[in-house]
């Protein structure tokens, strides 16, 4: 079974500048998450799908950050304006279902660098 | 502060040696799940447990509960150079009905040959 896929691997910015990050979740995983992983913590929850709608984006900073799932399977998300701040790893990560009992699997991130 | 705290920040141990982790958390919980992320690779699964188990095994693994204390423990039996990595408790709060992990901070495990 393939896992979750993610690109870019790496990505260096300057702030200010925009990015996008692309995640491909496990085939028939309704939900889909988004985390961002600072160095040094544990991830963050950025925002959580259920196919196509959003679950909970409370942890989004929404003025600069957005997402989209647009048919219930692969999602984007995106950075515009970066700042210094923002240099982390975004991990994407998908599970069969929600609910608290349903394992989430994640991919490997996107390192990404704000200079 | 955050949910799910990790102790030690730190530990280093001889291969064959125990490891024991443990984590605090503060509200109640649906479950409570255990991962291991490699150096610059994704987090993966390792373990649940749910809030009306007290312990459980995997393998070479042993994760405890004690929702009265709120906390949990991990201890990695004779463990292995391969073992090395960062270990992160995340916990499913019980006031939400999807599944929203708060992670902690996690602790740095190197396994010693």
Redesign the interface.
């Known amino acids: 079974e393939a896992g979750v896929a993610q690109s870019p691997r790496y990505k260096i910015i300057e702030k200010r500048q925009s990015v996008a990050f692309w995640c491909n979740p496990i085939s028939g995983h309704a939900t889909l998450y988004w985390y961002q992983q600072i160095l040094g913590q544990g991830p963050k929850l950025l925002i959580q799908f259920q196919n196509n709608g959003v679950v909970d984006d409370s942890q989004l900073p929404k003025d600069r950050f957005s997402a989209e799932r647009l048919k219930g399977v692969d999602s984007t998300l995106k950075i515009q304006p970066a700042k210094l701040e923002d240099s982390a790893v975004y991990l994407c990560a998908s599970s069969l279902d929600r609910g608290p009992w349903n394992e989430q699997f994640f991919g490997p991130g996107t390192r990404l660098t704000v200079l | 502060s ?1 949910q ?1 705290e990790e102790d030690p920040q730190a530990l280093s141990i001889q291969e064959g040696e125990n490891a024991t982790m443990n984590c605090s958390y503060k509200t109640s919980i ?2 409570l799940q255990w ?1 291991r992320q490699n150096s ?6 390792l373990i ?1 447990i ?1 809030s009306n188990e007290r312990e459980k095994h995997s393998g070479r693994l042993r994760v405890t509960l004690d929702t009265s204390k709120k906390s949990s423990s991990l201890l990695i039996t004779a463990s292995r150079a391969a073992d090395t990595a960062s270990y ?1 408790c ?1 916990t ?1 709060p019980e006031e ?11 602790t740095q495990l190197t396994v010693n040959p």
């Open positions: 955050q799910g649906n479950n991962y610059g690779r994704g987090l993966v699964h649940l749910r992160f995340a499913d939400t009905s999807g599944s929203r992990l708060t992670f902690g901070e996690g």
